[in-house]
């Protein structure tokens, strides 16, 4: 049998994994819309989190079997289609991820001093897709508002205020690094909307931001009255909220805000407005940065659940707006379930999708097409320059000689046409 899993990332690389196990004889190909593989393992973990980058390697080790193949730079919807999969492979598994971001709905979000985390995010981890225009205006000011209470908006603080020398160690590309060191941010305040009990960073990534040289955290005492709601590991989070809340400050030269019970209301010039207990206060807040989750894009055939931001399924199986199961039509990670989780957690999601789909196999039609050169055949006769494993390879080894350059691991490289040039050299 042959199988289609739309997108690279954690959980379309464990559905692959689990298809070779589950189906030892099959071919499983794996698309993407960029021309590296990895999704948010590369464009989305934080540069000074090396370590766990390095789950590509492994990711790495099922890309390169022989029974797959790799697809990059190929657009779903755009360059090929859900009924040009439909006829090449028995089953498709979409794993695309959740990248769509909410919006505050408040006044004032359009200015361009507000933008999304994701903006900055995609531009630090080198996403060929990124602009720099958003986090020039976010490293021009002096006072950042970050909006979230999650891992990513602790994430965009530590880069922001942590300096470029922690950061040297990953593979940031070097205007990156020079833009960070040449900023203005001395204050960045993290805003969340309700009370410590009900954030949801983890206790790791707030230990930290704590340790970071010359920068002070401060919270407020008064925004910890909910100790008495916090319980399991939320507490633990607490406690260090507290200690650092009685912590005098060492009159460091950056500081992060930890601001809780604060609801944004409006965007006036350099102001955050933000309301608490019914009175409204002006924070300083030369950027906004929206750091409040994300959500999965519709994509073209499939079904989609507007208020989830998911693909409609039961248990995996994609369902129409009616419930009754699409046939030969699955999703797995964060388009299927929302976005959560660690890393790891895609594995156990795309086990369960992968059962689902093993378990319907025997009742799969053959496919119209099922020759190996039909994909790369219709992707030549569409003009689509999509990149093999080989030309990911080529491009690995081209990003870690940069590295070498510059005394570091690597340097990832963001310009798409770069990339394109690298990854295909030779390739017709």
Known sequence: MRFAVVGAGPAGVYSAQELLAGAPDCAVDVFDRLPAPYGLVRYGVAPDHPRTKRISTVLGRTLGDPAVRFFG??????DI?????????????????ADDEPRLGIPGEDLPGVGSAGRLVSWYNAHPHADDAFPRRVLA???VAVVGAGN?????ARVLVGGPDRLASGDVPEDVLKSLADGNVTDVRVIARRGPAHARFTLPELTELGRLDDVDVVVDPADLSDGDQVRGRGRSVWELLREWSSRPLSGAPRRVHLLFHRRPVEVVGSRLGVERAGVRSDL?????????????RPLPGVPHDEVTGTIRNRGGRVVDATGVVVPRLYAAGWIKRGPGGVIGTNRA????????????AAGFPVPFQVGASTVPVLLHKR????????????????EIDLGRVHGRPRVSVGDLATMLSVARAGQS
């Open 73 to 78: 730079n190929v657009t779903f919807g755009l």
């Open 81 to 97: 289609g859900l009924r040009d999969l439909l006829a090449c492979y028995h089953a498709v598994v979409f794993a695309v991820g």
């Open 141 to 143: 000011a002096r006072d």
């Open 152 to 156: 990513v908006a602790l994430d965009v």
């Open 284 to 296: 300083p807040a030369g950027a906004v940065v929206r750091a409040i989750g994300y959500r999965g």
């Open 349 to 360: 999601d795309a086990a369960a999708t992968v059962r689902a789909v093993l378990a319907d």
């Open 383 to 398: 003009n689509v320059r999509y990149v093999t494993w080989a030309g990911w390879l080529r491009l690995d080894a081209h």
